[in-house]
């Protein structure tokens, strides 16, 4: 059987196009091709809603008539969901050929020898910003390439800012005024509008903010770049707003989910990332929602960077490097996917597929936005720490328990530390 | 008095037929071999895995490297785990609340539908029918959706003037709807209890009117002896049952165990730690535990029974 495929594989190669020689011509290494009347087939997961998985079936459909030597066998499912099918994947050793990738995971799988060294394939890397790369890069080896990027920002509804006669904000503010911010319109919202969440819940937001104040979250040799107190100062930020009209109180926002309170309507702000745009304006029906940057006490050091929003990796037992390779080079550089994802995967990483797409309306807003904030921009964070998935659910989940009065900040700074020291422990 | 009700009781006496051996022989190699399937699936699929868990559960294995051996660690570091005490007493609370008020229920009910009454089959069907459903993902949804804030619960509730909100995002309200949805299926400790009561021969009840005594008191001296094995059978079943609650609690609080820790089951957080984390060493500890606990529990329920459950065969 498999001379059979190296024999197809060798006349496809003589009738290849001159680009897909090169890519071809390591295939007698580096594992097995196929050919248009014998095709190979591997396997695509991602995570993702129904939008997503209609968009990623396009972009197959266009990749195999454009490979009629490799099908691509997709499949998919939720965030939360995925992340435990692909641990036991692993430890089955079945990973899928091709994945979708969280850059909070990439060292537990990387660092692991689960994850393919993209460096040893064919994957062009020339038109991506050189201060991205190392975002899926570990000890020199490339795991990951981004599809695309996303950043930081504060997202305000104006309609709903001009009901209540508040100004828009301008984006220049320190945490004091942002505070203000939420305040004023949870006390003209009156108990139907809340300001937003408790900011102080999302990881990356508290990356920023130790970035502002030139404070790395982790170092070299994987441990805490932060002290107790830090992390104290974060969580003191918003306490005098919890359990009022400023933060959504938790129980409601539990009820609301899987939809966002911003989503919901509920409240008037939300600070995540920007490739939620098309999210958010689906789920609320809003006719307008704006960006602008994260508060900062430093207005020259907003913090912000522009992180992979996700990155495409491949099993390192792929039994067909090549067609995994050629398949993940298509989904980050051609145009035509740019067209098909537009910003729902975030702004496309690579220049030439970035130019290649047309963005209007929402779209346009969200790489204008990144546009924006370029001047304030830093390099990419490396890869989290081992087993950092845990740490960013517990970091949520403990001020979930603030918010609910269930822990003192005192209580839940020692109950992240004790997590994350254990964890650290744990994988040393 | 002939037949004690209990199944247990009667698959026990049953094969005591004597025969003659050789017939037994190939008997029993027939036996085997059509046990041959089940027993193979056994032992790959049950005693196998839980013997690699007993051994990972004394190690730190993260699915990915080869475990380390790491003694007793995993038991020791359990007892420190805030979160691991938390799921303890959230499952204990749900165990001592949740099952004997299922059983009130189902008993209640299935004395309802034992008297003779016109429609009694429809009324069976309609009552069994929320345990056949019960068990499933959608009625979890369903469950999330009428405790939510202005879900029919709140807005019945409102109508008698009790405010309470949404229960869902409510710590302490989260227990409470919990027990409601396990005591909501009490179909199948029902049926059983049916089949218990059914058992009872209504001369009893006739000479006991005759001498009389009122409900009370041929539930009390009755009902309640004469079903005690069928009661102790479906007591076992359900606290053991209660102990391994996950699937709803899953769907509930979106796989987290929130609000505030409040449904973080002790098999959830088994879930967690295993595949979210990866601590399938911990996470099988857990699991052990567990084991060793509710077989604890058990023989605790068997070495008690002596004293309150009656079977027809016994001397008294």
């Known amino acids: ?428 | 008095m002939t037949q004690s009700p209990t199944l247990s009781r009667r698959s026990a006496s049953a094969p005591a037929q004597p025969r003659k051996s050789r017939r037994r022989g190939a008997d029993a190699r027939a036996g085997y071999t059509f046990l041959l399937p089940w027993l193979l699936g056994f032992i790959a699929l049950t005693v196998g895995p839980m013997i690699s868990s007993l051994y990972l559960s004394f190690t730190n294995y993260n699915l990915f490297d080869a475990p380390k051996w790491i003694g007793f660690d995993n038991y020791v570091s359990l007892f420190q785990d805030e979160r691991f005490l938390q799921s303890v007493g959230v499952t204990m609370q749900y165990v001592v609340f949740g099952t004997p008020l299922k059983l009130a229920a189902a008993l209640a009910i299935a004395m309802l539908l034992n008297s003779k009454r016109k429609g009694q089959g429809f009324y069976r069907s309609a009552f069994y029918a929320p345990s056949l459903i019960g068990a499933s993902v959608s009625i979890a949804i369903v469950w999330k959706a009428m405790f939510g804030d202005s879900g029919p619960v709140d807005q019945g509730l409102s109508f008698f003037g009790i405010n309470l909100g949404g229960w869902v995002g409510n710590p302490n309200m989260t227990m409470g709807m919990m027990i409601l949805l396990t005591v909501w299926q009490f179909g199948a400790p029902m049926v059983i209890f049916l089949a218990g009561l059914k058992q009872i021969p209504a001369d009893l009840y006739e000479a006991a009117s005759m001498d009389g005594a009122g409900p009370v008191r041929k539930f009390m001296n009755i009902t309640w002896p004469m079903l005690s094995p069928v009661i102790f059978f479906n007591l076992l079943m359900e606290t053991i049952h209660a102990f391994q609650i996950f699937a709803s609690a899953y769907i509930i609080s979106n796989g987290e165990g929130g609000p505030a820790g409040s449904t973080l089951f002790y098999t959830l957080y088994l879930y967690l730690r295993g595949f979210s984390d990866f601590r399938m060493g911990y996470a099988s500890a857990m699991a052990w535990l567990l084991v060793i606990v509710v077989g604890i529990i058990t023989l605790i329920f068997f070495k008690t029974s002596k004293s309150w459950v009656h079977y027809s065969g016994d001397s008294k």
């Open chain 1, 1 to 428: 059987m498999i001379d059979r495929r190296k024999f197809l594989g060798t006349v496809a190669l003589g009738t290849a196009s001159a680009a897909f020689l090169a890519a071809c011509g390591q295939s007698s290494t580096a594992g097995q091709a196929g050919s248009a009347e014998n095709p190979v087939t591997i396997t695509y997961t991602w995570w993702g809603n129904d939008d997503r998985a209609e968009r990623t079936r396009k972009a197959i459909a266009l990749f195999e008539s454009k490979n009629p030597d490799i099908k691509v066998n997709g499949n998919f499912s939720d965030f939360a969901g995925y992340w435990q099918k692909r641990a036991t994947e692993a430890a089955g050793g079945g990973l899928p050929d091709v994945m979708q990738w969280d850059l909070s995971y990439l060292r537990d799988y990387g660092q692991r020898n689960q994850l393919l060294d993209l460096g040893t394939v064919k994957v062009n890397t020339d038109s991506f910003d050189k201060s991205l790369l190392p975002s899926g890069q570990i000890k020199g080896k490339t795991y990951g390439i981004p599809t695309s990027t996303n950043a930081f920002a504060v997202y305000y509804d104006p309609a709903k800012l001009q009901s209540l006669g508040i100004a828009e904000p301008d984006g220049t503010w320190t945490y004091k005024e942002f505070n203000a911010f939420l305040t004023e319109v949870g006390a003209k919202g009156n108990g139907t509008l809340f300001g937003g969440t408790d900011y102080t819940g999302i990881w990356w937001n508290f990356n920023i903010w130790l970035r502002q104040n030139n404070i790395q979250a982790f170092t070299e040799d994987g441990k805490l770049g932060f002290s107790k107190d830090d992390l104290k100062k974060w969580w003191n930020l918003t306490a005098d707003l919890r359990g009022t009209g400023a933060i959504v109180g938790e129980d409601k926002t539990t009820q609301l989910l899987p939809k966002s309170p911003f989503g919901s309507n509920v409240t008037a702000t939300e600070v995540t990332w920007d490739n939620f745009m098309a999210g958010y304006l689906a789920d609320s029906g809003a006719k307008e929602l704006k960006l602008v940057p994260v508060p900062s006490d430093d207005p020259d050091n907003l913090g912000l960077f522009l992180k992979p929003s996700m990155l495409m990796v491949a099993s390192a037992k792929t039994k067909y490097k090549d067609a995994a390779a050629r398949f993940i080079d298509f989904m980050v550089n051609d145009p035509e996917v740019g067209q098909i994802f537009k910003t729902s995967r975030g702004v496309p990483a690579s220049k030439t597929q970035r130019d290649g797409t047309t963005f209007e309306g929402t779209d346009k807003l969200v790489v204008d936005y990144e546009k924006s904030i370029e001047k304030y921009l830093k390099d990419a964070p490396e890869p989290p720490i081992v087993g950092f998935g845990t740490l960013e659910s517990t970091f949520k989940r403990v001020t979930q328990d603030l918010n609910y009065g269930k822990l003192t900040v005192d209580g839940a700074v020692d109950a992240w530390f004790k997590e994350a020291e254990d964890l650290i422990k744990q994988n040393a």
